[in-house]
């Protein structure tokens, strides 16, 4: 979330009655969620029940919970927001992430039948050695520290805001604070407990969007046309309003605007269902039929968000007025929040408090069942890829679930720490780039291990690391990087490459890399 | 010697597949190419005040998820 655009949102948001209602119905459901994901610890400590839960979940709730894993924190925030300031370009990044679920849903009987806990398991189906899991380990690591960073930073803004304090000491004391809570609750629990904040997440963020639906809907008559109309007439340029382009760095030419949105695009597509987190939610499942008829489920689920986030944000448009929301926040990030105060009746009404406070809860489950997903996915490989690998022998189960509950603690506490530093600057583009390195990684390597019999391991390290080391280093060579007001170093000027999305170069990289990396190592073996 | 049904299950399933992806894929990179080259074209007006731009969303979602339950059925009735 980006800090300054909450910060300039928060007198706005939040009235002194509103304030109080909040903190005490905030600190009911903070207790709450986390003692649910205490209780949620698993009974035996084997380590496929830790890594697994107990035994798998019904067809429906896994297909909650897979969702729920789909539609973090970032991207209920970021679409809703998108959608208001940018219309169509958020509509579009809707429809993108809905699609992912599709490209899962074609890889998801391969992922669970050759899979096991992590991304180093379902890589090693091609060729089991220690390098292969160190690879799949570091690529996992690197998305998950990333996306825990982005999460543990996003929660300390919103915390602060909702309890109406400012500036950047308090936001790293609550990021600290509440992400400690998150990362132990996450560490103990397991995927049971993850399970059970998923699909109390979803049953939060169901309920308060459709509530938030309805009472936007109300206020037009329930006419659709007159939301789409007054979304459109709020923006700046309502010409443009229904057409791409909208979302475009100030600037930027055609080519590079149009390069961008379909870069974009391609990224989520391609970059959501080859996360590490999705890798192991597939594997909660109970074989491959299943884990297909779990994702076929999660697409009809996520459909239905993914058209209360359109209405949502052109609500937000409508009601909270486009043009004022990119005034102070050109990303839209505070569109959501925006839209449920003025729904609650304003900033000071105390009535409409608790649904803002609704509203609240559900971003904050987003994020603590999405930390929650990370931190589990990380600690996996690195007790389970890295450790095991290590010590050379199969560990025992309890030393196993400890080593894991330790390396969620030291990954967690990792990425707190690097969340804290950066509290305060601009790391929209962290998402974008873990999506990225999904996709430039885990794609190409699975396509290569499932469709040609002559990939090698050479070839997959080359895929896993020539992957990763493309998409950080064209991302750390973008705009979004440094040289622009909106860059995260904008004094800096190492922005030769002219795209803020990395996909366009380093998918394509990926596949190169794994196909001149098999030829190679055939060629050295001979 | 191959197993014929198997054969055929193999095709079907091949099929199906090929049809997932057709579909969906043509339609989403066809959107995602011309609302690139022709932003213009997605602000027409189908009726009312929904646009080329609400429509094919709209369209694409519903195609997927009617796609996909046909994709997996598919995949258990040749299981069954």
């Known amino acids: ?526 | 010697m191959p197993n014929p049904l198997t054969r055929r299950q193999r095709s079907g399933r091949a099929s199906s597949t090929a049809r997932f992806i057709l579909l969906n894929g043509c339609l989403f990179l066809g959107g995602l190419t011309l609302s690139a080259l022709n932003p213009p074209w997605l602000r027409s007006q189908i009726f009312g005040e929904i646009t080329v731009s609400l429509a094919l969303p709209l369209v694409q979602g519903t195609l997927l998820v009617w796609t996909a339950v046909r994709y997996d059925n598919s995949g258990s009735e040749k299981a069954d």
């Open chain 1, 1 to 526: 979330m980006t800090t300054m655009a909450l910060e300039a949102a928060a007198p706005v948001l939040i009235g002194h009655g509103t304030s109080q209602v909040l903190t005490i119905g905030f600190c009911m459901f903070l207790v709450g969620a986390l003692f649910l994901s205490l209780m949620a610890d698993p009974e035996r400590d084997l380590v496929s029940a830790y890594y697994r839960g107990e035994r798998p979940l019904g067809t429906l709730r896994n297909a909650f919970a897979l969702s729920s894993e789909c539609i973090p924190a970032g991207t209920i925030i970021g679409t809703t927001g998108t959608i208001a300031v940018s219309g169509y370009d958020g509509l579009f990044v809707t429809l993108s992430l809905l699609l992912s679920l599709g490209v899962l849903l074609l890889v998801a009987k391969t992922m669970r039948d050759h899979g096991r806990f992590t991304v180093g398991d379902l890589l090693t189906r091609r060729a089991e050695s220690p390098a292969v899991r160190i690879a799949g380990a570091v690529v996992t690591l690197s998305i998950c520290v990333l996306l825990l960073m982005f999460e543990i930073a996003g929660v300390g803004v919103s915390t602060a805001l909702l309890f109406g304090l400012s500036g950047p000491g308090a936001q790293q004391v609550l990021s600290l604070m509440i992400g400690s809570l998150i990362i132990c609750a996450s560490a103990l629990g397991g995927m049971r407990s993850a399970n059970a904040l998923h699909i109390f997440k979803a049953v939060v963020l169901a309920a308060a969007s459709l509530l938030t639906v309805a009472l936007v809907l109300h206020d037009f008559h329930w006419s659709a046309d007159a939301v789409i109309s007054a979304a459109r007439r709020s923006s700046s340029f309502p010409d443009r309003f229904l057409g791409q382009g909208m979302s475009a760095v100030p600037g930027a030419s055609a080519t590079t605007a149009g390069l961008d949105f379909i870069g974009l695009q391609l990224t989520i597509v391609l970059g959501v269902a080859f996360m590490p987190h999705i890798v192991m939610r597939i594997n909660t499942t109970a074989d491959g039929p299943s884990a297909q008829r779990v994702v076929r489920h999660a697409i009809t689920i996520t459909a239905a968000f993914c058209l209360l986030a359109a209405i949502m944000g052109l609500g937000a448009a409508a009601i909270a007025g486009s043009r004022t929301i990119a005034t102070t926040d050109p990303g839209g990030t505070s569109a959501l929040l925006r839209l449920a105060s003025h729904l609650a009746g304003g900033a000071s009404t105390g009535g409409g408090a608790w649904f803002f406070v609704l509203v609240a809860c559900a971003v904050f489950a987003a994020v603590l069942a999405a930390s929650a997903s990370f931190t589990l996915s990380a600690a996996a490989s690195v007790a389970h890829d890295l450790r095991s690998r290590r010590k050379r022998t199969r560990p025992d189960e309890g030393t196993g679930v400890v080593a894991a509950r330790w390396a969620g603690v030291g990954v967690g506490s990792l990425s707190m720490v690097l969340a804290v530093a950066v509290q305060g600057w601009n790391i929209q583009f962290l998402t974008t780039l873990a999506m990225a390195i999904a996709a430039s990684t885990v794609l190409p390597a699975l396509i290569y291990s499932t469709f040609w019999t002559g990939y090698t391991r050479g070839g997959l390290l080359w895929t896993l690391y020539g992957g990763l080391a493309c998409a950080v280093v064209l991302q750390l060579s973008s705009p979004a990087f440094s040289g622009t007001a909106f860059a995260l170093f904008p004094r800096w000027h190492v922005n030769w490459y002219p795209l803020q999305t990395v996909t366009l170069i380093s998918i394509p990289a990926g596949f190169l890399l794994g196909w001149a990396g098999s030829l190679v190592s055939r060629a050295s073996d001979r």
